[in-house]
């Protein structure tokens, strides 16, 4: 199968129409994304793609705002949605159009239940197709128009073999009777929603060596953040391009007050001093300017205190998942994840009533966990 050398454009509502009637009664449809993320603090869904498997259609999202009418071509069918680690790819169609996805195969999920090293979809379509995918518009500005013909070819190899891939990894996934733990991990992702983007004055805290700094150098970093925070939200940019985090900390550490004394700084260009120099000052002052008992200290754990029998119970949980995963051929943390673990040994052999679920405690999972509960969680 060759990719087509000119995807259809969808640019208006009559080409939309058009390839949804076309597509209702197709049994499956491959579908993927392309956004702005890298390049925009505010980011949107600029592209979607779309296949039967023979043919690939490309909607300009930045031109279209109304895409209702693939609401019944998405959620009004029973055609298979088969995505490629589709998590982002749900959350973008439902905030920005208000689109549902189901019912959803997602071929990145399937092939880690199956156990696959490599589980990016050039990886798989490479070992299943020999098919080499050109991954070099992966960071391009997908709001950026017109696109070119590489990019729009690179837009459509990603939905092209998607529907063939889904075939092979389904037929593997029922072989090995793990149809039914890929079908509930389906289903979690359709459901999954948006977590509208907020700033976090305390998300500095992250920052790699901000825990390290003194109070005075932590209060000018607080500072520091929260103004390139403020700076790429005015210039819809994201943090990252207004300065870098390891560039804010070394500014931190010198607490510069005159102009001099951001000199020889690694990362902070001339264009970045141009755009932000005054700023950076204005902010270490402020953090200065801090009476010592306010400056911010580092956040104590706000997890429960960890008893002995939690200890005793995570470390036969952790053995006992090394063990279960080599025998099925899994990534431990596909088995379980580890805030599974540890939300099960806080709990004991209560957390398996169901009264208060356990985050990523799947039907499957429980299943797996059962024959053994009693003695691990004890």
């Not at 998405?74 to 055609?79: D, E, K, P």
């Not at 709001?143 to 459509?156: I, K, M």
């Not at 459901?191 to 825990?211: C, L, M, Q, T, V």
């Not at 024959?371 to 969680?377: C, E, I, T, W, Y």
Request: net charge neutral.
């Amino acid at each position: 199968m060759s990719t087509p050398k000119v995807p259809n454009w969808v640019d208006t509502e009559a080409a939309l129409g058009e390839m949804a009637r076309h597509l209702e009664a197709a049994p499956a449809l491959a579908i993927d994304t392309e956004a702005d993320s890298f390049y925009h603090y505010f980011h949107k869904c600029c592209l979607i793609q779309f296949s039967d498997g023979h043919e690939v259609w490309l909607i300009d999202s930045i031109t279209l705002k109304d895409l209702s009418a693939l609401a019944p071509v998405l959620h009004g069918s029973n055609a298979r949605k088969v995505l490629h680690a589709a998590e982002q790819d749900v959350l973008y169609l439902r905030r920005d159009f208000g689109l549902e996805v189901q019912p959803l195969f997602d071929t990145m999920i399937a092939a880690q239940i199956l156990g696959k090293r490599s589980v990016g979809l050039a990886g798989l379509l490479q070992e299943y197709f020999g098919v080499a995918l050109d991954k070099g518009c992966q960071r391009d500005d997908w709001s950026r128009r017109p696109l070119t013909d590489r990019q729009r070819v690179y837009a459509a190899e990603d939905v092209l073999h998607l529907i063939r891939l889904q075939h092979v990894l389904e037929a593997d996934l029922e072989t090995r009777g793990r149809l039914e733990w890929a079908r509930e991990e389906f289903e979690y992702i359709a459901r999954r929603s948006w977590a509208p983007r907020a700033f976090d004055p305390e998300e500095f805290w992250g920052i790699k060596g901000a825990r390290d700094l003194e109070p005075a150098a932590a209060a000018a970093l607080k500072e520091l953040v929260a103004m390139r925070d403020e700076r790429a939200r005015a210039a819809d940019l994201p943090p990252f391009r207004i300065v870098s985090d390891e560039t804010l900390l070394a500014l931190a550490r010198r607490l510069p007050k005159v102009p001099a004394d951001l000199d020889g700084l690694k990362g902070f260009t001339p264009l970045v001093r141009r755009r932000i120099g005054p700023l950076v000052l204005e902010a270490v002052a402020r953090g200065l300017a801090l009476p010592e008992a306010e400056r911010p200290r580092p956040p104590k754990s706000q997890g429960r205190r960890r008893t002995t029998a939690f200890r005793v119970r995570v470390e036969r949980l952790r053995a006992w998942r090394r063990e279960r995963a080599a025998e099925l051929g899994l990534d431990p943390g596909v088995l379980f994840p580890q805030s599974t673990l540890d939300a099960l040994a806080d709990r004991g052999l209560a957390g398996l009533d169901g009264g208060d679920p356990i985050p990523g405690l799947r039907r499957w999972r429980r299943a797996i966990l059962s024959p053994d509960a009693a003695r691990l969680l004890a």
